[in-house]
């Protein structure tokens, strides 16, 4: 039993903690759903990779959160910091810290778990990089991932975790573009009070957008709320290729929608709202009907009017998004009349259902006028499926915020 001494000490040590420290809830500024490898041939030895995130959300302490979701084998990370990002792979030195764990550096992650660092003494701003760098000795296997990159990785042999700058980008280490591992970072002191998770495919995860740029509808949506003073920030929880009602195609579509909301969304510390824009896949991923993986147009409905009666058991206000155009895709049989049927119909549901608290008219925003159907040739990536840039920044842009201004009465 411990003495009246040791308690009061151990008493007062927790009070002083920062992750118990009254009034510093805190937020999740940036994510990436993890998601199971492609391939099991991909591995890191003796190898350095630096992630560059850009947190929506400033606070005056972070903390990070990192996945062996799908790993079989404990995962162990022999080495892990963070730091402010100065520029490409240049970390502020001053800001250099060791990322720890009950105290230790240095984590093993057990098979399908999460782990949650201790709470670190680094300053961040709204929309601003971090780096951080995660040493592998050993052999290890990338079996958890994220496909698509909303920053840049770096890689560097050897232990170089604390190096101001690494001379490597872009380096396949053959999972494409993938990153591995990192899930989370979260803020403390910030003054943001509530969460707004943005929930669906490529279309949100950022497909073909500027990796570097935070040029991503949600990117473009955070910003214009912090702007206005709405203290709402967003984190990104798109998975490219997902869909609603079953998983992907492949392992990197990652689990079904129904499947991962519970684990990207309403287990979030401090979710306060979500955007749902998920189902073109779920069209576009399967034929006719009759085929495997065919859902139907109440198939669809059923399943967001799921997403909208969990979101709203847990408090969460839930706003809807139209599914965007995709006539003439260069994705060979992902489009069909039939499919646009059941797209205009799920649209028309989504416009008038009681279910939301709002609804977001992505279609409205980037179809051309003159071939409806379509995106308009400016707001298409090019495989007439995926906005561009200046689609997302349409799509961020015609957002109103006055559909959040019961944020600005959140506690603080």
Not at 24 to 51: C, G, H, M
């Amino acid at each position: 039993m411990l003495s009246r001494l040791a308690l009061a000490t151990a008493i007062s040590l927790a009070l002083a903690s920062p992750a118990m420290a009254a009034g510093q809830p805190w937020i999740a500024a940036w994510y990436a759903s993890p998601e199971p490898s492609a391939t099991d041939k991909a591995f890191v030895e003796n190898q350095t990779l630096r992630q560059i995130v850009r947190v929506s959300a400033g606070g005056t302490s972070v903390r990070v959160r990192l996945s062996n979701a799908y790993g079989t084998q404990p995962l162990h990370l022999d080495d892990i910091r963070l730091a402010r990002r100065d520029t490409g792979s240049r970390i502020d030195a001053a800001s250099d810290v060791a990322v720890t764990f009950n105290g230790r550096q240095g984590v093993t992650i057990a098979p399908g778990a999460y782990v949650l660092s201790d709470p670190l003494p680094v300053s961040v701003k709204p929309d601003s990089d971090l780096a951080v760098s995660v040493y592998v000795q050993a052999r290890t296997a990338l079996t958890t991932v994220h496909d698509i990159q909303r920053g840049v990785l770096y890689v560097a042999t050897g232990k170089q975790t604390d190096a101001a700058e690494l001379p490597a980008a872009g380096v396949d280490l053959g999972v494409g573009r993938a990153f591995p591992w990192l899930a989370e970072v979260e803020v403390s002191g910030s003054a943001a009070r509530g969460t707004l998770f943005t929930f669906g495919d490529s279309i949100t995860d950022g497909y073909g957008i500027d990796p570097d740029g935070g040029k991503t509808w949600p990117d473009i949506l955070s910003r214009r709320l912090h702007d206005a003073n709405i203290p709402l920030n967003v984190v990104n929880a798109g998975v490219s290729g997902n869909r609603l009602l079953h998983h992907g195609q492949w392992a990197r579509f990652g689990e079904g929608g129904l499947s991962r909301f519970d684990r990207d969304v309403l287990a979030q510390t401090n979710a306060s709202a979500v955007v749902i824009l998920i189902g073109i896949n779920d069209l576009g991923h399967a034929q006719g009907p009759g085929s495997d993986g065919y859902v139907s147009a109440d198939d669809m409905i059923d399943g967001l009017a799921q997403l909208a009666a969990r979101a709203h058991e847990r408090g969460l206000r839930v706003y809807a998004a139209t599914l965007t155009p995709f006539k003439g895709t260069v994705f060979k049989d992902y489009y069909s009349d039939e499919k646009e049927g059941r797209r205009q119909a799920i649209n028309a549901w989504i416009r008038t259902s009681p279910v939301f608290d709002g609804v977001f008219d992505f279609e409205k925003a980037v179809e051309d006028p003159a071939n409806p159907g379509q995106l308009l040739p400016a707001y298409d990536l090019g495989d007439h499926l995926h906005p561009n840039t200046a689609g997302d920044a349409v799509i961020g842009n015609a957002i109103p915020l006055s559909a959040f201004n019961w944020a600005k009465k959140l506690p603080k």
